[in-house]
C-alpha cells in the first residue's frame, strides 16, 4: 500500500493515546502530546480533529507485540482499535512497537528533568515519536530499494518505454 503522508502515529494504551506527526516528505517526526482515553467515538473525533489540523492522511499505528513476536491481550486491544479507525474511514497502516517504550524511558532519562520524567503523557509522546520514525525509515528503506530494482532492470533493458 501506498501510505500518504504526512502521517500521525499512535501509541494506543489503555489510559492515553501518544501522538506524533511526520512532516509532508516523511523524513521527520514530531511530537503531539497525547490524548486521555475517554469512551471510543470521543477518542476517535480526537484523532478526526488531529488529522484535520496537521493535514495528515494516514495513521500508523504501534502494534505491542510480545519480545517473541506473539500477540498479548493489549495486541488484541489494539488491533481491534485500528480497525475501529479503519471503519471509521482513517487509512491505517500497524508497525511493530517492541521496546518503543523502554527506549523512550532511556531517551527521557537523559534529554529531560525529573519532574517532567514522571509525566506518563511525555514517554506516550516519545513512544509515537519512536513508532514513526522507525516506520518513516522502513519506508524509505523500501522506497530506496524498489528505485534501485528499477534501475537495474532499465540498466539490463528490461524496462524499455518508462515514463517519468
Not at 475501529?84 to 518503543?100: C, S
Not at 537495474?152 to 533493458?157: A, K, M, S, T
Amino acid at each position: 500500500m501506498d501510505v500518504l503522508l504526512p502521517a500521525i502515529a499512535l501509541d494506543v494504551g489503555v489510559a492515553r493515546i501518544g501522538l506524533a506527526v511526520s512532516d509532508s516528505s516523511g523524513r521527520f517526526a514530531f511530537g503531539r502530546g497525547f490524548i486521555t482515553r475517554q469512551k471510543l467515538p470521543i477518542d476517535i473525533a480526537a484523532l478526526q480533529k488531529l488529522m484535520q489540523q496537521e493535514q495528515a492522511k494516514t495513521v500508523v499505528v504501534g502494534l505491542p507485540l510480545r519480545t517473541d513476536g506473539g500477540y498479548s491481550g493489549q495486541t488484541q486491544r489494539v488491533r481491534a482499535f485500528a480497525k475501529d479507525l479503519e471503519r471509521a474511514g482513517f487509512i491505517v497502516v500497524l508497525q511493530d512497537e517492541r521496546f518503543t517504550t523502554k527506549l523512550a524511558n532511556s531517551q527521557l532519562l537523559v534529554t529531560s528533568n525529573k519532574r517532567d520524567r514522571l509525566e506518563k503523557g511525555l514517554t506516550d509522546t516519545q513512544s509515537a515519536v519512536l513508532i514513526l520514525q522507525t516506520f518513516l525509515e522502513k519506508r524509505r528503506a523500501e522506497l530506496e530499494r524498489l528505485e534501485d530494482t528499477e534501475l537495474n532492470r532499465l540498466e539490463d533493458g528490461e524496462l524499455e518505454n518508462v515514463s517519468p
